[in-house]
């Protein structure tokens, strides 16, 4: 899901365009769900890990377009929403990406 927060114009993206920031939302359900949280991982390069059902905040971040992924995601675990997905970074403005978990009891638990 993406969802921006303010709304920007102009040419684009320039070298003299303010950061934004991307704020990652983890939603996690069910069964089992995984003690050690999960990554957040931007373009492949930047990586936090997160809890169950937290966020996290990149600031600092040139206009653009940016791969959100989450890993790390327990076998008893799934992804319910498009992963990785692709958000849009706009000068001064927060980006809101979001994951949903959903975690299932495993056979003899």
């Given at each position: 899901m993406l969802m921006l927060l303010g709304s920007g114009c102009g040419d684009g993206p320039s070298a003299f365009s303010n950061p934004g920031s991307i704020e990652v939302v983890i939603r996690s359900q069910g069964e089992l769900l995984?003690?050690?949280?999960y990554q957040v991982v931007i373009d492949g390069s930047l990586t936090r890990t997160v809890e169950i059902n937290s966020s996290t905040e990149f600031g600092g971040l040139p206009p653009g377009l940016y791969s959100i992924e989450l890993a790390?995601?327990?076998?008893?675990?799934?992804v319910i929403?498009?992963?990785?997905?692709?958000?849009?970074?706009?000068?001064?403005?927060?980006t809101l990406g979001s994951f949903g978990v959903e975690c299932f009891a495993t056979l003899g638990s």
């Amino acid at each position: 899901m993406l969802m921006l927060l303010g709304s920007g114009c102009g040419d684009g993206p320039s070298a003299f365009s303010n950061p934004g920031s991307i704020e990652v939302v983890i939603r996690s359900q069910g069964e089992l769900l995984d003690p050690n949280g999960y990554q957040v991982v931007i373009d492949g390069s930047l990586t936090r890990t997160v809890e169950i059902n937290s966020s996290t905040e990149f600031g600092g971040l040139p206009p653009g377009l940016y791969s959100i992924e989450l890993a790390g995601v327990a076998s008893n675990c799934l992804v319910i929403e498009e992963n990785p997905v692709t958000v849009l970074v706009i000068s001064d403005k927060k980006t809101l990406g979001s994951f949903g978990v959903e975690c299932f009891a495993t056979l003899g638990s």
